[in-house]
């Protein structure tokens, strides 16, 4: 099976087969016979193309197209639309909602595969590059970026569903001596390996931990209210001291420590992001001020 996907949407079951047979020996093609199921499809699999007819019985191309690029989880995935309608207006609609070509049937199967191909080649730099934009390039695991753009997601998406929204905020203790100590390249293994730890310590597949800049983290938590953001902080505490990095020049620890400012909140019509993000701080500020390798929370 290959990796990259492509949908093909098309009430005529003989065309599927007939595309498929082109482009599966470099690619694998999926299969809706409906823009409604071609909807569901986009959101669940993700292509990496779309190829879809215009004329289908309920919703028509043009209208699947447009609905697939409203929602900002299939807005990106490119579309071909592959048409019978060979005139210039319906070529220009579909070009004007976002495909990003217009095939007139009857088509040279030869030149169908082609420009499939390149698309595919196009979309798995695109993908890289993405990967690459979202990610700290030290540590590995996401960027103050992508940070950013997740917790601004989660915030909504917590609105709405009404549930709480859980943030650590989370520092290496006594990093400067760290650094003094041992050199800036062990210091720069030791981000390293407490990144990777919390990463790997998270164990839900929305929570995220980024590196918000320097020594310092952010954590993520959906779904969590202010009890078990402080659970989680503290088996985060556990989980870096158990590295058992050695650090001689502390005062907290013969080992590397984090301190972590812990804060959850219903995302609502009062209170904003830049208050939660302040909320951990300062209860980060607090956890350095009392001692250092804790958690402090509400
Ligand atoms: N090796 C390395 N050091 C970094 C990096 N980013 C930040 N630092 C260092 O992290 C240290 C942070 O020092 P401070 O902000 O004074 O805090 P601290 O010494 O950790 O003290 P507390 O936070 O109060 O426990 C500085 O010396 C920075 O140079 C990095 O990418 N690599």
Redesign the pocket.
């Known amino acids: 099976m290959h990796q990259q996907k492509v949908l093909i949407v098309d009430d005529q079951v003989l065309n599927h087969a007939f595309i498929a047979s082109e482009i599966e020996d470099f690619c694998t093609p999926i299969s809706a016979d409906s823009g409604a199921k071609a909807l569901k499809l986009a959101s669940r699999l993700k292509p990496d193309l779309i190829l879809m007819d215009i004329n289908m019985p309920g919703l028509d191309g043009f209208e699947v197209c447009q609905q697939l690029k409203s929602n900002p989880q299939t807005e990106d995935i490119p579309v071909i639309f592959l048409s019978g309608m060979t005139d210039i207006a319906s070529e220009k609609t579909g070009l004007e909602l976002g495909a990003l070509d217009y095939i007139r049937r009857p088509f040279n199967p030869e030149i169908l595969k082609a420009r499939i191909w390149n698309q595919l080649q196009l979309q798995r730099k695109r993908r890289t590059l993405e990967k690459m934009s979202n990610r700290d390039s ?1 540590t590995n695991i996401a960027n103050r970026r992508y940070f950013d753009q997740s917790l601004g997601h989660e915030w909504e998406r917590m609105r709405e569903l009404k549930h709480p929204l859980g943030l650590l905020m989370i ?7 760290f ?1 003094d100590e041992y050199g ?1 390249v062990t ?2 293994k030791a ?1 390293k390996r407490v990144a990777q730890c919390l990463n790997q310590s998270l164990k839900r597949s929305g929570d995220l931990v980024a590196r918000y800049g ?2 310092e983290f952010a954590c993520i938590l959906p779904h969590t209210d202010k009890d078990s953001a402080r659970l989680i902080g503290n088996q985060l505490c556990a989980a870096v001291l158990d590295l058992m990095i050695p650090h001689g020049a502390s005062t907290v620890s013969a080992y590397v420590t984090i301190s972590i400012g812990s804060a959850s909140v219903y995302p609502g019509e009062t209170g904003s992001i830049k208050r939660l993000i302040a909320l951990a701080d300062q209860r980060l500020y607090t956890a ?1 001020n009392t001692g ?1 390798n804790r958690v402090v929370h509400e």
């Open positions: 030290l520092d290496i203790d006594a990093f400067k001596p650094n800036h210091g720069d981000l320097g020594e350095k250092r």
